[in-house]
């Protein structure tokens, strides 16, 4: 920024306010002012930043992608100027740091959990926002600044468009797993014995179906497919009632276990599930992120 372009926080805040209200004319009486002021106060912001921060839908005014990331950074602005003001109040100021994560709608819920729980753990306390959805929506949030990081079982495509970085949080095995009754007739011989049995697998999209499908090729074995799903739990929550086989990360293999009571079938080491952290700084920064990441290092992936 030249040094003579300063932010008009006043516009600012008459943007702000106007979000934050639903409306022009309700953020007119927040602030005592009369609907075409506040109006050639946001007009004259957006003037200022060369860009279009409202489009109309209807009757209705709503956020451009450029309005959603300025109200981000006022939301955060003028958060902190309350909260010096309460300070100097003598009133609490603290208040958690949110952590805006998307999840991958073919990412295990239990590892997302688990590689998100070291954030819910840390001395200052963060408020977890998260949103699931498919990854590529969820890279095109990120780059926008909508997300601090997107969770996902493979890295960044090259054909994306996308300038993000991948930060590899660990890998591991598969374990395959089957209701007590299916997974006692299965162990015995296995994999061979896997040759015609009820599978259920994630969608193709999913980097770890292509990887299982190649290693049943290789061992000569044809399963049949009962059912696929984009969803990971609705897969386990099929397994759980006796509807086939179905894979899952051995890192979690004992919550997977318990939770859907079922048995293992058998582990394959050599079909690898990979977890990663995509942000679009080159080093982790947010506190909660590097927690996140330490914490998958140290003790989640260690022996995996």
Not at 61 to 71: H, K, N, Q
Not at 123 to 132: A, H, N, P
Not at 162 to 169: D, E, F, G, P, S
Not at 273 to 280: I, N, P, Q, R, S
């Amino acid at each position: 920024m030249a040094a003579m372009d300063w932010l008009n926080y006043h516009h600012l805040l008459y943007f702000w306010t106007v979000v934050r209200e639903g409306g022009v004319v309700a953020a007119g009486r927040k602030l005592r002012l009369s609907q075409p002021t506040v109006t050639g106060q946001v007009r004259a912001l957006e003037q200022a930043l060369g860009e279009k921060l409202f489009e109309r839908a209807g009757r209705k005014l709503v956020l451009t992608e450029v309005g959603r990331y300025v109200y981000r950074y006022a939301d955060e602005i003028f958060t902190l100027g309350n909260e010096l003001q309460n300070g100097l109040k003598g009133l609490p100021t603290a208040r958690p740091r949110k952590l805006l994560v998307g999840v991958s709608e073919v990412m295990p819920k239990l590892i997302a959990h688990r590689l998100l729980e070291p954030a819910m753990r840390m001395s200052d306390e963060v408020q977890l926002i998260c949103t699931e959805d498919r990854t590529e929506k969820l890279l095109s949030d990120l780059s926008q600044h909508a997300l601090d990081l997107v969770l996902s079982d493979s890295p960044v495509p090259p054909a994306s468009g996308i300038r993000a970085y991948n930060h590899l949080l660990g890998e591991c095995g598969t374990t395959l797993f089957a209701t007590a009754r299916l997974a006692t007739s299965l162990r015995r011989g296995f994999p061979k014995s896997l040759d015609g049995a009820p599978f259920l697998l994630l969608a193709e999209v999913a980097p770890s179906r292509r990887s299982l499908m190649q290693w049943l090729e290789a061992q000569g074995v044809r399963p049949r497919v009962r059912g696929e799903f984009q969803d990971s739990a609705l897969m386990k929550a099929f397994g759980q009632a006796g509807e086939g086989v179905f894979p899952g990360p051995s890192v979690i293999e004992a919550e997977i276990r318990s939770q859907y009571d079922v048995e293992v079938v058998g582990r394959v080491d050599a079909v690898r599930e990979h977890f990663y952290a995509l942000t679009v700084e080159r080093r982790l920064r947010h506190p909660a992120a590097v927690a996140i990441s330490d914490a998958a290092r140290t003790h989640l992936f260690r022996q995996a």
